[in-house]
C-alpha cells in the first residue's frame, strides 16, 4: 500500500483510540489498560511473518525468541484481563441472584 | 498476501475496535475482552496458514511454548500481583517488537525506502525502552528491588546522553545499512529502558506502566509499517492512542503531571523531607489499641472503610471484609469509600475487594462517597494517606494541590491504620494525622483488622 494510504489509515486509528477511551470510569481503567496490552500481542503476526521468510540461524533465532514472546503477551494479556473480568461478573449474578431487579431498575452500571 | 488473509486482517482490526469500546464499560467488559481474543486468535491462524510460509513447524511449536509458559503464569498470579504481570506480558510485548526490528536490520538491504529504515530504528529503540523499562517496573512491583525512586547526581546527563547515544547509532545504522551499529544502538536502548525507570517512585509505576504499554502500541504500529501489515498498524496504533489517554486519565487522578512523574518525586526529595519536618514538628499524635478502636465502631451508626496501598500490600481485604461483615450484624451501616487510585492500579482496589467479595451496593465512588462524610461517625482510613491529606484540598503551595480526595475529615472519628509515621510516597505530611478527632492504630494492616474482629467479638 502506498504511503498516503498507510498514514489515513494511521491517522483515523488514532482518532479512534482517543474515542473509544475518553470517557471510561476509574473502575475499569486497570482491566482497559490489560485489555490494550493484549491487543499489542498482535506483533505475533510480524513475528510469525519474519519467522516464515528467515534465511539463517541469526534470522530464524530472532524470529523464534520473537514469537515465544508475543505469544506470551497475547495470550497472557487477553486471559489475565479475562480474570480480572470475571470477578466482577461473578459478583454480578450472585447479587442479581439475591436482589432480583429491583437494584438494576436504577440504570447504575454493576462495576 | 491472498484476499482472504486481508478479509481476516480486517476483522480482526474490527474486532480489536469492538474489543476496546467494550472495555470501557462495566457491562460489556468481559466480552469486549473475549471478541479482541477472538480477533487475535483468528489473525494469528490465517497467518500461520497462509501458503508459502516457510518453517511452519518450528513457528508453531514457538507458538506451543509461549501459550504454555503464559496461562499458568496469568491463571495462578494472585490479584494483588496483577499490576506486575501486566507489566510484564507488555514487556515481553516490546521484546517481541524489539527483536523483529532487528530482524528487519538483518535483512536491511530489503527495505527500500528511508521512512521505513527510520521506521525500523523507532521500533528498535522505543522497543527496546518498552522492554527493559517494564522489567524493572515488574522488579519494583514485585518487590525484587526497593520501590523507592532510585536518584543518582547525575543521572539524568547520563540518561540523556544514552538517549541521544542509541538516536545517533539508530540513524547512522539507517544510514549506513550496518549491523553493528543496529546492534549497539539496541544495546543502548536497552540500558536507556533502565534508566527511565530507575527513578520514578512506586505508587507512580502504573502511570509509567501505562505509558510504556502506549509505547509498545506505537512500536507494533511502526513494525506494521515496516512489513506493509494494515493490521499492525490498526492495533498498534489503537493501542497507542488509547494508552496515552488512558496515561492521561491516570495520571490526572493521581494529580500529577506526566512530566513529574517521569522526572523523579516531586521537586527532588530533600525539598519535601524538610517541609514535613517544618509542618510536623512536636505535634502530638494520639494512638490507641484494638479495644478502644472496636468500641469506637462498634458503637457507631455510620461507618466509612476507605482502603488504600497498604491494604492491598497487607493482602488484608478478606480480613476487612470480615470486619465490615461483623459491624453489619450489629447493625452499623457500613460503606467503603474508593478513591480513583486507590490500590497499585487505578480501579485496582474495586478488583480487590471483589475477590473478597464485597457486595456493589458498599462501594462507594469518591463523588459518591463524599456528601456521606458529614453524616459518618467513624471513617477507617486503612493504609491510605496521600488520597484523605485535606492540604490537596486548602493548601495552595502544596505539592499535591489539586489533587481529589475523600473527605474524611468531615467524619465525627477519623481512625488512621499505618505501619508508622512516614508520610505518603508524595512526602508530604498529613495534618489530618495530628487533629484531635484523629486516632493512629499502628501495625500491618492485616493484623490490625484481625485483632480488631478479635476485640469486637469479645464486646
Redesign the interface.
Known amino acids: 500500500m502506498n504511503n498516503v494510504g498507510l498514514l489515513t489509515i494511521f491517522m483515523l486509528s488514532i482518532f479512534v483510540g482517543f474515542e473509544v477511551i475518553s470517557k471510561v470510569s476509574a473502575v475499569l481503567h486497570t482491566p482497559l489498560m490489560s485489555g490494550a496490552n493484549a491487543i499489542h500481542g498482535i506483533i505475533l503476526v510480524g513475528a510469525i511473518l519474519i519467522t516464515g521468510s528467515a534465511q539463517g540461524g541469526i534470522q530464524l533465532t530472532l524470529g523464534v525468541v520473537a514469537i515465544v514472546l508475543a505469544t506470551g503477551n497475547m495470550v497472557g494479556g487477553f486471559v489475565v484481563t479475562d480474570r480480572m473480568l470475571e470477578m466482577f461478573k461473578g459478583r454480578n449474578k450472585a447479587k442479581a441472584a439475591v436482589a432480583a431487579d429491583a437494584k438494576d431498575a436504577d440504570g447504575r452500571p454493576i462495576t | 498476501m491472498s484476499t482472504a488473509t486481508q478479509v481476516a486482517y480486517f476483522v ?1 482490526s474490527l474486532c ?2 469492538l ?3 467494550g ?5 460489556t ?2 466480552n ?3 471478541i ?2 477472538f480477533g ?1 486468535t483468528l ?2 491462524v490465517v ?2 496458514a ?1 501458503r ?5 513447524p ?2 508453531i511449536g ?2 506451543v ?3 504454555a ?3 499458568p ?3 495462578l ?1 494472585k ?1 494483588t500481583a ?2 506486575q ?2 507489566a ?3 514487556g ?2 516490546g ?3 524489539m ?2 526490528a ?3 536490520y ?2 536491511l538491504h530489503t527495505v527500500d525506502s528511508t ?1 521505513a529504515a527510520i521506521a525500523v530504528a523507532f521500533t528498535a529503540i522505543v522497543g527496546s525502552v518498552s522492554f527493559t523499562g517494564s522489567l524493572i517496573t515488574f522488579a519494583k512491583l514485585q518487590e525484587l528491588m526497593t520501590g523507592r525512586p532510585i536518584l543518582v547526581p547525575g543521572a539524568q546527563i547520563v540518561t540523556c546522553a544514552v538517549g541521544l547515544g542509541a538516536v545517533g547509532c539508530g540513524i547512522a545504522a539507517v544510514a549506513a545499512s550496518s549491523v553493528p551499529l543496529a546492534v549497539i544502538c539496541t544495546g543502548l536502548s536497552l540500558v536507556l529502558g533502565v534508566l527511565f525507570v530507575l527513578p520514578v517512585g512506586g505508587a507512580d509505576v502504573p502511570v509509567v ?2 505509558l510504556l ?1 502506549a509505547f ?2 506505537l ?3 511502526a ?3 515496516v ?17 496515552t ?2 496515561t492521561q ?2 495520571a490526572r ?1 493521581m494529580g500529577r503531571r506526566i512530566t513529574g512523574v517521569l522526572f523523579g518525586a516531586f521537586s527532588g526529595p530533600s525539598t519535601a523531607g524538610s517541609t514535613a519536618e517544618v509542618v510536623s514538628g512536636d505535634r502530638a499524635v494520639r494512638s490507641a489499641g484494638a479495644d478502644d478502636i472496636a468500641i469506637l465502631l462498634a458503637y457507631a451508626r455510620k461507618v466509612a472503610i476507605v482502603p488504600g496501598y497498604g491494604l492491598a500490600v497487607a493482602q488484608a481485604q478478606h480480613t476487612c471484609r470480615e470486619l465490615v461483615d461483623l459491624l453489619e450484624s450489629r447493625g452499623v451501616q457500613v460503606f467503603y469509600a474508593i478513591h ?2 486507590a490500590g497499585r ?4 482496589m ?2 480487590l475487594l ?2 473478597a ?1 464485597v ?3 458498599q462501594l462507594k ?1 469518591m463523588d459518591d462517597a463524599n456528601p456521606e462524610f458529614s453524616s459518618t461517625d467513624v471513617a477507617v482510613v486503612v493504609g491510605a494517606n496521600d488520597v484523605v491529606n485535606p492540604a490537596a484540598r486548602d493548601s495552595v503551595g502544596s505539592p499535591i494541590f489539586g489533587m481529589p480526595i475523600l473527605n474524611v475529615d468531615e467524619a465525627a472519628n477519623v481512625v488512621f491504620m499505618k505501619r508508622s509515621m512516614r508520610p505518603g510516597f508524595a512526602g508530604i505530611d498529613n495534618a489530618l494525622l495530628y487533629h484531635p478527632k484523629t486516632t493512629l492504630f499502628f501495625g500491618d494492616a492485616k493484623d490490625s483488622l484481625s485483632k480488631l474482629v478479635a476485640a469486637i467479638k469479645n464486646l
Open positions: 480482526t480489536f475496535i474489543a476496546l469500546k472495555l470501557s464499560s462495566p457491562k467488559a468481559r469486549g475482552n473475549l479482541g481474543a487475535a489473525a494469528v497467518t500461520v497462509q508459502g510460509l516457510g518453517h511452519r518450528l513457528i514457538a507458538i511454548v509461549g501459550t509458559l503464559a496461562i503464569a496469568a491463571r498470579v490479584m496483577i499490576p504481570m501486566v510484564l506480558f507488555n515481553v510485548g521484546g517481541a517488537a527483536l523483529v532487528l530482524d528487519e538483518v535483512r521512512a506502566i501505562s504499554n509498545t502500541g512500536t507494533v504500529a513494525s506494521g509499517y512489513l506493509d501489515n494494515t493490521l499492525l498498524i490498526v492495533a498498534g496504533t489503537l493501542v497507542g492512542a488509547s494508552g489517554m488512558l486519565l491516570m487522578a480513583p487510585v492500579m487505578p480501579g485496582h474495586n478488583v471483589a475477590e467479595n457486595p456493589y451496593e465512588e
